[in-house]
Every structure is written in structure tokens, then in C-alpha cells.
């Protein structure tokens, strides 16, 4: 039976929120496809997508192929994984999909913090 998990994230998950980010997902390692709804992402970097290939080696670790979905990455996320070759890696699904309608799941939404602001002089 393949294990299949849904998170859905909300937020500006960057170097700040990295740490909390990578625990959440380390609670996914034993899952065989792990599905990130990315429709409430209104940041993504590079610490971010760290997690990720951390999170896909890991399951890979456990026996797991490593599958991870992107519901509803935004136009930079796609980028990002594009300009990286991580769209070969991660699969972002396509709004019309039958996955991507997620009416009806009770998932609570993981809310990431807005990043550090720094003072400049």
C-alpha cells in the first residue's frame, strides 16, 4: 500500500522559516508520495527548497522513490525549480489535475512566518 501524505502550506518560507519547514517535514519520511499544497506560498528560497531535496533524500533513505507534488506552485516556485533542474525532480502539478482539487480535505494549513527584517544603515 503506498503511504501518501498532504500538507498544506501557507506563508513566506524562507531562511527564517527554514528550520520550522524542515521539522514539519521530517515527519514525512516514512511516506512513499508527499503532496505540498503550495497555493498559500507567497515566498519560496533557496533554504526552502533545501528542505525539499533533504526531505526527497531522506524518503529515498527509507525505501521510498522520493515523490514529491507540488499542488499550485506560483509562477516563481515553477522558475525556481526550472532554473535549478529541479523540475525534473519535483513534479509540479498542473491546476487541472484531478490532485490539485483538494474541496473537501480538513488538512490544517502550516503558516509560515514573513521573513527577518534587517536594518540597513
Not at 511516506?31 to 519560496?44: C, E, M, R, W
Request: hydrophobic share 40%.
Amino acid at each position: 500500500m503506498t503511504s501518501t501524505r498532504l500538507l498544506r502550506l501557507a506563508g513566506e518560507i524562507d531562511y527564517s522559516s527554514a528550520p520550522a519547514f524542515d521539522a514539519l517535514l521530517q515527519s514525512l519520511d516514512d511516506a512513499q508520495v508527499v503532496t505540498l499544497d503550495f497555493s498559500g506560498v507567497t515566498f519560496f528560497d533557496s533554504s526552502a527548497l533545501g528542505c525539499l531535496i533533504r526531505l526527497r533524500d531522506r524518503m529515498r533513505a527509507a525505501g521510498s522513490d522520493g515523490t514529491i507534488q507540488l499542488l499550485h506552485p506560483s509562477a516563481t516556485v515553477r522558475r525556481i525549480l526550472e532554473v535549478t533542474g529541479l523540475d525534473r525532480v519535483f513534479v509540479a502539478v498542473p491546476d487541472d489535475a484531478p490532485e490539485a482539487d483538494l474541496a473537501g480535505t480538513d488538512e490544517p494549513v502550516h503558516q509560515f512566518g514573513p521573513p527577518v527584517q534587517f536594518d540597513h544603515p
